[in-house]
Nanobody, 127 residues
Framework: QVQLVESGGGLVQAGGSLRLSCVAS????????KAWFRQAPGKEREFVSA????????NYADAVKGRFTISKDNAKNTWYLQMDSLKPEDTALYFC????????????????????WGQGTQVTVSP
């Protein structure tokens, strides 16, 4: 049974940093793209960042570009989201996801392109 488990969320002051992790179990996903999405209260889930299956391409939402960095460790079946210079508007429940298609690049930004999802980890940024 495939399971994705996020960790690393928490409460941080504006300007601070957090590092989210997503560990996959049940199978390996080395040839699939990975992504992070987030959902703020009262809003729809939105794309944050993706990394292609090779790890050579990355993609970021404009709102986080230059502040967040996505990476992965195939040996650990884990991917990460380093979040720096956090802002109150980054407050949300953050989800990790794995692409539906193998050999996918980092251009997939819609939920429908991802098959497996974690339960989310809460990030709260205080002013």
């Amino acid at each position: 049974q495939v399971q994705l488990v996020e960790s690393g969320g928490g409460l941080v002051q504006a300007g601070g940093s957090l590092r989210l992790s997503c560990v996959a179990s049940g199978r390996t996903f080395n040839i699939y793209a990975k992504a992070w999405f987030r959902q703020a209260p009262g809003k729809e889930r939105e794309f944050v960042s993706a990394i292609g299956w090779k790890g050579e391409t990355t993609n970021y939402a404009d709102a986080v570009k230059g502040r967040f960095t996505i990476s992965k460790d195939n040996a650990k079946n884990t991917w990460y989201l380093q979040m720096d210079s956090l802002k109150p508007e980054d407050t949300a429940l953050y989800f990790c996801a794995v692409s539906k298609r193998a050999f996918q690049g980092a251009s997939s930004t819609t939920e429908s392109e991802y098959r497996y999802w974690g339960q989310g980890t809460q990030v709260t940024v205080s002013p």
